[in-house]
C-alpha cells in the first residue's frame, strides 16, 4: 500500500450566505485506503464531500488530484472531468435504466462487449448477478446501496466518495451490508472517503479517519490513534462517550476525583476525559458512589459519582447494589488535557 | 434563457402597447361593466367546474357503477370540443327562435326559463368545455390519494360521505385549484365563445377600444388587469403543484377501497355521467351534425385546413414542449422567467394578437424577404408557444420533478455534462409527462384562434378560422363541420392522456 | 424513448418542410407566369368571394392570395410588416373600417377611369383611397301579422312609442349598427340623433343579443314585432337552404325606412391599394375587376349584396329586395362618425 496521497485538500473554505460550512480543511486520501470522515450532522463533511466532487466551487484553498489543480482560486474542473466517483445517501439510481443499464451508464464510451463484461464482473463482485435486469424500484435498499456503488466503481475513479452509505439501511441489513461493501472495495486501487456520523462504522471501516466539526477538520489518523489520543475533548467525543471530570496538576501529578494518574502537564487546573473503559469497579481505589446502573446486555453500564464529578463506566459482571464502591483508572485510556 | 424571453416578448409587446398611442373613449361605468362580467364569469365557470369535475372524479374513482370503466376516461373528452363550437351548439340550439323552443311553447305551452345569451348561459357553456381540466386533475389526485388517510377519518368515526368532506377533499385541494386555475384562465382567454354569446366581457372592451376606437393602447390596457389575475392563478396552480410533490411520496400503493352502487344510486351516478357527457360533448356534436347535414360543406377546402391544422399542431406542439422543457431545464436558475413566460396563456386572445405583433414586427422589418410562407409559419408556430407555454410547462416541470437533484449529480460524476445528463437522465425519466404536455399543446393549437387569425400565410387557413369565419356570418350550419372536424382530430389525443391517467396508480385502470 | 419522440419530431418537421416546399413552389409558379400575382387582405370572409377571385385568375392570369382576418387585426398586421408588407390590396365590409385603414395612411389614390365610372361619387372616398363595389342596407324586418309597412317607412318610426318593447336590434358591438347611428348624427346632428338612440333602448324587446340572422328570427318567433338588419341576411334566409329560415321569411318581410325622405341607409363593401403596393397594378386591375359589372354581378349573386352601381341590375335571387331608394349621403361622411357613435350608444346605455 503506498502512502503517496492521490487527492489533496488544502485549506478548503466554502460559506453559505452567513453560515461558514467548511474553515480552513486540509486532508489526503490514499489511493487503496479508506478514510472515514466523522462528525455530526451540520459540520460541514457533506460540503465538503461536494467540494471534493466538484458540485460546488470551493471558495478558498486548493483541491488537487495527483498534482493537477481542480478547484482552486483560478477555476473549477466539472464534476465530469474528475476523476472522482460518488455515492449518495439516496443511491439516486436512475429509475429508468435497469440494473445492469445503471452500472454500465458512465462507461458508455466502452465498446459494448467490453462494458457488458466489465459491469457483469462489477455484478458479480457485489453479488446482484441475479438482480441484473432488475429495475432500480424492486431492488431493496441494500441491494440498492450496491448498484449504486458498483455503478461509480465502473469508471474504475481514483477517487470513491461515499456519503453516508449505510445511514438509509438499519440492523442486520446494515452490518450484512456494509461487510459486503467492504469485501468490494477491498479490490479497489481507488482513495475511498466515506462520510458517516457513526463512530463505531468509521472505526470499523476506516484505514484513516478525519475528525470535524463546525466546519474544521479536528484530527486526522488511524482509528486506534485518534480513539486513544484525543487532540482535544471535542474531538474525543466524536468517537463515543466520554466523561470529563475536573483535575489539578501538581508535580506531575494529576489529583482527580476518581484517583490521582501521573501527568506531564505544567501544574495547574486540567481536565481528565475517560472512556467508559478506562474507569473499572474496584475492591479498593477511589472511593465512589454507584448512583445508577443498567444492565446493557453482556455489561453494566454504571454511573458513578464522586466529589460532584460523574462519569460512566462498563461493568462486564453484573450490576452491582447502588451505594458505596471502589474505582480505578487505566491510566492507558484516559487523557488528561490542561485548563479548565 | 432564450426559451423565456421569448415566450415574455408578446407580453412586453401589450405592456408596451398599453402605454403609447391615443386612448379611447370609452365610458367608465361601460369598463366597470365589463370586468364585473369578466368576473362573474369566471366565478361562475370555476364554481360549476369544481363542483362537477370533483364530483364526477370521486365518481368514477371510488365507486363502481354500470359503465364506470367508460366513464373514466369518456368524461375527460369534452376536452376536445373547442369552447367556441359549444357556444355555437348551445346558441343556436336554445335560440328562442330555435326549433326547440318553439316546439316548446306551442306544444308544451311553456318556455325555457333560461338564455344561452347571457352570463350564466355563458358560464353553462364554458363549464361545458372546461370542466375537463378539474376533472382529469382531482381524478389524479384522487387516484394517488393515500388510503391511509381515508381509513383514519372511517375509523375516527365519519360516513364515506363525510371521509370524503373531511380528508379526500381537503387533500385533494391542492389538484382543486390547479384545475379550477386553469378553466378560469381558459375561460379569460377566450376568444370565440363569449363573443359569439354576445356577453360583453373585457375582451369586448379590447375589441371595441381597438376596432371602433382603433386605439391599441387601450385595448392593451384592458388586458392589464388579466394579466394580472393570470399571474394570481398561476401562482395558485404552482402551489397546488408544490402540494402535489410530497403526495406522490407514499411508499406502497394499496388497492383503494371502492364502493359498489346498486339500485337508485347507481342509477343516479350514471344519471350524472352520462349527463356531464351529453351536455360536454355529445349533444352539441349531435346538433352540430344535425344542422350540418343541411348543407354540403367545402369538404376539399375542409380537408385542406385539417391537414393545415395538423400539421401546426404537430409542429407547434413538438416546440413548445422543446422550449418548455429548455425553460423547466433552466428554471432552477430564473423561476421568475418562467412564470412570466406562462402568463400568455390567460391573456384574452385579442389583446394577445396585439401582443404578438411586436416581436412578429421585429421580424418582418429586420430579416429581408421575411413575409414569405416559411417565416409565416415560424412565426405562428412560435406565438403558439409563446401563447401555450403554460399549457405545456406544468406537465413538464412536475415530469422533471421527478428527476432528484441527486440523480442529476450521479449522472454528472459518471461522466456526463449538463447536457448529455438532461438528454440521457432527465429527458427520458419525464418522458411520460413530455408527451402529456405535447398533446395538450396539440390539442390546444387545433383550437387555437387569435394567434392564427392574425399571423397566418397567404391562403392558409385552419379549422378554427373556418369555423370562426363561417360563425362570423351567422352560417352556423356550415360552422358546425370544421367544428367537428377539430373534434375527430383531437378526440385520439384526448383518449390517450386520459387512460394514462388511469394507469398512474397500479390496478386502477 | 428517446429515438421514439426524436423520430415523431422530424417526422413533424418533415411534413411541415414539405408543405411549405409545396406551397412555396406553387407560389413561384404562379409568380414565374407572365401575369404574376396580387395579396389580397380581406376583411370579408365569404365563401362567395372565393369563386369571384377564382374567376379573376382565370380570366386575367394573375394568382390572388389571401389572408382573412378582421379588420383592425389585418390593418394592426400591415402595419407591423412596415416597408416590408406584401400587402396590395385590402378590402372591408363596412366603411368605417375603410376609414380607420385611410387614417393609418394604408392606402394610395389609384386613379382608375374604369373605377370613376363603375362607382358612384358616393361610395368612394374623396381622394380616390377606396372604393366600395357592393352595397348592403341596413333596414328593417317586420312581422307583417303585426306590422303595417308603413310603420316602419322612417328611421324616427323605430324609436317611437309604437314599438315599445317590441323591437329586437343587436349590439352596439356591431359595425353596421355604428355606421347605421353615425349616418343619423351626420344627418341629424348628434342631438336628435341621441333622442333616437334612447328611443330604440326604450323600445329593445330585450337586451341586444345574436346576429342579424338572430334578430330577424326573432321576429319570426314572435318575441318582436320589428327587428333592424342588414339587407343581406334576410335575402340569404329567404333563398338558402334551411327550411325553417324561408318560412320564417314568410311572414317576416322587409322594409326599406328612410332617412329625412331620401332614401335607407347603405353601407359598402370597398378595396383600397396599399400605399407600397408591391403588384401594385395588379392590385388595381382586380380592384377594377371587383367594381366591374361581371364582378359587382357575381358578388351580389354569390353574398345577397347590391351592386354599387346604379347602371348594374341587381341580380336574381337579389332582384326581388332591390327595388329601394339609397340615401346619398357619402359612404365617406358617416364612416368618420362610428367612434362618436360608439361613445353615443354607451351614453344611452345600447349594449
Redo the contacts between chains.
Keep these: 500500500m503506498s502512502d503517496a496521497p492521490i487527492l489533496t485538500i488544502a485549506h478548503a473554505g466554502k460559506s453559505y450566505s452567513r453560515h461558514v460550512a467548511l474553515d480552513d480543511v486540509s486532508l489526503a486520501l490514499a489511493p487503496g485506503r479508506i478514510t472515514c470522515l466523522l462528525g455530526p450532522s451540520g459540520c460541514g463533511k457533506s460540503t465538503l464531500l461536494r467540494l471534493i466532487?466538484?458540485?460546488e466551487p470551493a471558495d478558498a484553498g486548493e483541491i488537487a488530484m495527483a498534482g493537477a489543480l481542480l478547484s482552486s482560486a483560478a477555476g473549477h474542473v466539472?464534476?465530469?472531468?474528475?476523476d472522482?466517483?460518488?455515492v449518495?445517501?439516496?443511491f439516486?439510481?436512475?429509475?429508468?435504466l435497469d440494473v445492469t443499464a445503471n452500472v454500465g451508464?458512465?462507461i458508455a464510451?466502452l465498446a459494448r462487449a467490453e462494458r457488458a463484461e466489465r459491469v457483469a464482473a462489477l455484478l458479480e463482485r457485489f453479488r446482484l448477478s441475479h438482480r441484473a435486469k432488475a429495475w432500480p424500484h424492486t431492488l431493496s435498499g441494500g441491494e440498492q446501496q450496491r448498484v449504486?456503488i458498483a455503478?461509480?466503481l465502473?469508471?474504475d475513479p481514483a477517487v470513491l466518495l461515499l456519503d453516508e452509505p449505510f445511514s438509509g439501511l438499519d440492523g442486520d441489513l446494515r452490518a450484512e451490508v456494509r461487510r459486503q461493501v467492504l469485501d468490494g472495495l477491498a479490490e479497489t486501487r481507488a482513495a475511498v472517503l466515506i462520510v458517516t456520523h457513526d463512530p463505531e462504522e468509521a472505526m470499523l471501516m476506516a484505514d484513516a479517519l478525519a475528525l470535524m466539526r463546525d466546519g474544521r477538520v479536528l484530527q486526522a489518523g488511524t482509528p486506534a490513534e485518534c480513539y486513544a489520543r484525543p487532540v482535544s475533548i471535542e474531538a474525543a467525543r466524536l468517537l463515543g462517550q466520554v466523561s470529563v471530570v475536573p483535575a489539578v496538576v501538581r508535580g506531575g501529578v494529576a489529583e482527580t476525583p476518581f484517583g490521582s494518574l501521573p501527568a506531564d502537564l505544567p501544574d495547574g487546573a486540567a481536565r481528565l476525559m475517560l472512556r467508559p473503559e478506562a474507569l473499572a469497579l474496584a475492591e479498593a481505589g477511589a472511593p465512589v458512589t454507584v448512583t445508577a446502573a443498567r444492565l446493557g446486555g453482556g455489561f453494566s453500564e454504571i454511573i458513578v459519582e464522586a466529589e460532584g464529578a460523574t462519569a460512566s463506566l462498563r461493568h462486564a459482571g453484573g450490576a452491582p447494589p447502588i451505594g458505596r464502591g471502589f474505582v480505578r483508572i487505566d491510566p492507558a485510556r484516559a487523557r488528561l488535557f490542561a485548563g479548565s | 434563457m432564450l426559451a423565456a424571453i421569448a415566450a415574455a416578448l408578446p407580453l412586453a409587446g401589450i405592456v408596451a402597447a398599453a402605454f403609447s398611442g391615443a386612448t379611447a373613449d370609452i365610458a367608465a361605468a361601460d369598463v366597470g361593466r365589463y370586468a364585473l362580467t369578466s368576473a362573474g364569469l369566471a366565478l361562475l365557470v370555476g364554481v360549476i367546474t369544481a363542483i362537477a369535475g370533483t364530483l364526477a372524479a370521486w365518481l368514477v374513482v371510488m365507486h363502481r357503477f354500470p359503465g364506470r370503466d367508460i366513464f373514466a376516461w369518456a368524461l375527460a373528452l369534452p376536452l376536445a370540443a373547442p369552447a367556441f363550437a359549444l357556444a355555437y351548439a348551445y346558441g343556436d340550439l336554445f335560440d328562442v327562435a330555435g326549433g326547440l323552443r318553439i316546439w316548446m311553447r306551442g306544444t308544451l305551452g311553456f318556455d325555457m326559463p333560461f338564455e344561452m345569451r347571457t352570463i350564466s348561459g355563458a358560464a353553462f357553456v364554458l363549464s361545458c368545455a372546461f370542466y375537463p381540466y378539474v376533472y382529469l386533475a382531482m381524478r389524479a389526485a384522487f387516484l394517488n390519494q393515500s388510503v391511509t388517510a381515508l381509513e383514519a377519518a372511517r375509523t375516527l368515526g365519519c360516513s364515506q360521505r363525510r371521509a370524503f368532506l373531511r380528508a379526500a377533499l381537503p387533500l385533494a385541494r391542492p389538484a382543486l385549484a390547479a384545475g379550477a386555475a386553469l378553466a378560469i384562465m381558459e375561460t379569460l382567454a377566450d376568444y370565440g365563445a363569449v363573443q359569439f354569446l354576445s356577453v360583453q366581457t373585457l375582451t369586448t372592451g379590447v375589441v371595441r377600444a381597438w376596432s371602433v376606437y382603433g386605439s391599441t393602447a387601450s385595448a392593451a390596457q384592458f388586458a392589464l388587469p388579466l394579466l394580472g389575475a393570470a399571474a394570481l392563478l398561476l401562482w395558485i396552480e404552482r402551489a397546488g403543484r408544490r402540494g402535489r410533490g410530497y403526495e406522490a411520496n407514499r411508499a406502497r400503493w394499496r388497492e383503494l377501497p371502492v364502493t359498489r352502487l346498486t339500485g337508485v344510486k347507481a342509477v343516479l351516478a350514471v344519471t350524472f355521467c352520462l349527463l356531464l357527457l351529453t351536455l360536454g360533448l355529445l349533444l352539441p356534436c349531435f346538433w352540430l351534425a344535425w344542422n350540418g347535414l343541411n348543407v354540403s360543406p367545402d369538404w376539399v377546402r375542409l380537408f385542406d385546413a385539417a391537414e393545415h391544422s395538423l400539421i401546426l399542431s404537430v409542429a407547434g406542439a413538438a416546440i413548445t414542449v422543446a422550449l418548455a422543457t429548455a425553460l423547466a431545464l433552466g428554471a432552477a436558475k430564473l423561476p421568475l422567467a418562467a412564470r412570466v413566460a406562462s402568463l400568455g396563456y390567460a391573456t384574452p386572445g385579442a389583446v394577445m394578437a396585439i401582443g404578438l405583433l411586436a416581436p412578429a414586427a421585429l421580424i418582418w422589418r429586420i430579416v429581408p424577404g421575411a413575409t414569405g410562407f416559411a417565416v409565416a409559419i415560424g412565426l405562428l408556430l412560435y406565438a403558439y408557444a409563446a401563447r401555450l407555454m403554460a399549457a405545456a410547462l406544468e406537465p413538464v416541470d412536475a415530469g422533471l420533478a421527478k428527476v432528484t437533484p441527486n440523480m442529476i449529480w450521479a449522472s454528472r460524476s459518471l461522466g456526463r455534462g449538463p447536457v448529455s445528463t438532461a438528454w440521457h437522465v432527465q429527458l427520458p425519466i419525464a418522458r411520460g409527462a413530455l408527451l402529456t404536455a405535447g398533446l395538450l399543446v396539440f390539442i390546444d393549437i387545433l383550437k387555437e384562434l387569435p394567434a392564427t387569425l392574425i399571423l397566418r400565410p397567404f391562403n392558409f387557413d385552419t379549422l378554427a378560422v373556418i369555423a370562426s369565419n363561417y360563425a362570423l356570418d351567422e352560417r352556423l350550419e356550415q360552422a358546425g363541420w370544421p367544428s367537428l372536424l377539430i373534434i375527430a382530430l383531437a378526440l385520439p389525443a384526448v383518449i390517450w392522456l386520459t387512460r394514462k391517467i388511469a394507469r398512474s396508480r397500479p390496478g386502477a385502470a | 424513448m428517446n429515438r421514439r419522440s426524436l423520430l415523431g419530431l422530424a417526422a413533424g418537421i418533415a411534413m411541415l418542410a414539405a408543405c411549405g416546399a409545396q406551397t412555396n413552389q406553387s407560389a413561384e409558379g404562379g409568380a414565374g407566369g407572365a401575369a404574376g400575382e396580387v395579396n389580397l387582405y380581406s376583411a370579408r370572409h365569404y365563401d362567395g368571394d372565393k369563386e369571384v377571385l377564382a374567376k379573376f385568375t382565370e380570366e386575367t392570369g394573375i394568382r390572388v392570395n389571401v389572408i382573412e382576418g378582421r379588420p383592425d387585426e389585418l390593418v394592426a398586421r400591415i402595419q407591423s410588416e412596415g416597408e416590408a408588407s406584401p400587402a396590395d390590396l385590402f378590402v372591408a365590409a363596412d366603411a368605417g373600417a375603410m376609414w380607420r385603414a385611410q387614417q393609418a395612411n394604408l392606402f394610395q389614390p389609384t386613379q382608375s377611369e374604369a373605377l370613376n365610372t363603375a362607382i358612384p361619387a358616393q361610395y368612394r372616398d374623396p381622394e380616390n383611397r377606396w372604393f366600395g363595389f357592393v352595397r348592403r342596407a341596413r333596414i328593417v324586418a317586420y312581422d307583417s301579422a303585426k306590422v303595417r309597412p308603413e310603420e316602419v317607412d322612417t328611421y324616427e318610426k323605430l324609436a317611437s312609442p309604437r314599438f315599445r318593447g317590441k323591437l329586437c336590434v343587436r349590439s352596439s358591438d356591431s359595425v353596421y349598427n355604428l355606421s347605421l347611428l353615425g349616418a343619423l348624427i351626420e344627418a341629424w346632428g348628434p342631438q336628435r340623433a341621441e333622442e333616437w338612440a334612447r328611443g330604440i333602448v326604450a323600445n329593445m324587446a330585450r337586451p341586444p343579443e345574436g346576429g342579424d340572422r338572430d334578430q330577424i328570427r326573432a321576429v319570426g318567433a314572435g318575441v318582436c314585432e320589428v327587428a333592424i338588419t342588414n339587407s343581406y341576411y334576410y335575402i340569404r334566409m329567404a333563398n338558402g337552404d334551411n327550411a325553417d329560415d324561408r318560412a320564417v321569411t314568410e311572414r317576416v318581410k322587409l322594409a326599406f325606412p328612410s332617412l329625412d325622405g331620401q332614401g335607407a341607409h347603405v353601407n359598402v363593401a370597398a378595396g383600397g391599394v396599399m400605399a407600397r403596393a408591391p403588384h401594385r397594378d395588379n392590385a388595381v386591375r382586380l380592384l377594377e375587376f371587383l367594381a366591374s359589372a361581371d364582378g359587382q354581378t357575381r358578388i351580389s349573386r354569390l353574398n345577397n349584396e347590391y351592386p354599387a352601381s346604379p347602371n348594374v341590375p341587381a341580380p336574381d335571387p337579389v332582384a326581388a329586395h332591390a327595388n329601394f331608394t339609397a340615401h346619398p349621403m357619402p359612404v365617406a361622411a358617416f364612416a368618420a362618425r362610428q367612434p362618436e357613435a360608439q361613445s353615443l350608444m354607451s351614453r344611452v346605455g345600447w349594449r
Design positions: 466532487a466538484g458540485l466539472p464534476p465530469e472531468q474528475r472522482i466517483g460518488l449518495f445517501q439516496d439516486a439510481l436512475f429509475p429508468h451508464f458512465g464510451h449504486a455503478r461509480a465502473a469508471r
